[in-house]
């Protein structure tokens, strides 16, 4: 459970932050415009519809059925690339407070070792500065993808994706809740909008995606070295209509 405050001098002045992001239960991640060309390199790309909001958002999937990330083994990260939305914590940016973040006095990630977050007389340090820059940089991102996703919504290009994963025993898991974009629609579109996408950078974001959901196989790989029951057989769909 979180428990957000502002980042305060005097309260926080003892507290330290473990190198270590806390990723270990991680499910997903949301992701950069930027970060598509990397990320597909590990992970299924998809859209996740916002609970509060309703908007897509675009994230990284790390996990099949279990409550744990499947690239962190070892108390190490075992992928190409680590999204950035995934180490921001335990900051937030706050431009009502005196430092500019807010802090998640909850997270496993403060403590009384590692790098303190203030001098002894009670300067930021570099640790501070550098939180928010990449808050900042990933919080642009983001935004830059969001437009994008905001885009294909606009255009009707957005489709369910259904994920169904067969055990050995026969009954099925499937994964509720993830989007991708229609192959048909996309094709339907007329030239002046696919021109513009195109000067965008939109169509061949939107290649990435679609070519990234053969990384969910790569996933069932993941499960099964896990030592969790195994996923014999993988269904992949991207409801076009």
Known sequence: MTKIAALDRARHAALRLRPTPD?????????????LTMACADFPICLAKDAHTGRFNL??????EEPRNLFWL????????????????PFLLDAN??????????????????SPLFEADGRPTAVLSEARARLQRVTSDVADAQVMVDRFAELRLIRPLTVILTRKNGTEHQIEG????????????????????????YIAAASIMRASLSQ????????????T?????????????
């Open 23 to 35: 990723v270990e239960r991680m499910r997903y991640a949301l992701i950069g415009l930027s970060e």
């Open 59 to 64: 994230i990284a999937l790390f996990s099949l």
């Open 74 to 89: 070892a108390q190490r990260w075992q992928a190409t690339y680590l999204p950035q939305a995934a180490v921001t914590a």
């Open 97 to 114: 407070t005196e430092l500019g973040l807010a802090i998640d006095e909850n997270s496993p990630r403060l403590g009384h070792e590692g």
């Open 178 to 201: 993830l989007y991708s974009l229609g192959s048909n629609a996309l094709a339907a579109l007329g030239d002046d909008v696919i021109v513009t996408l195109y000067r965008l950078g």
């Open 216 to 227: 969910i196989e790569r996933l069932r790989q993941l499960h099964n070295l896990s030592g």
């Open 229 to 241: 029951e195994p996923f014999t057989d993988l269904r992949v769909q991207v409801l076009e209509n």
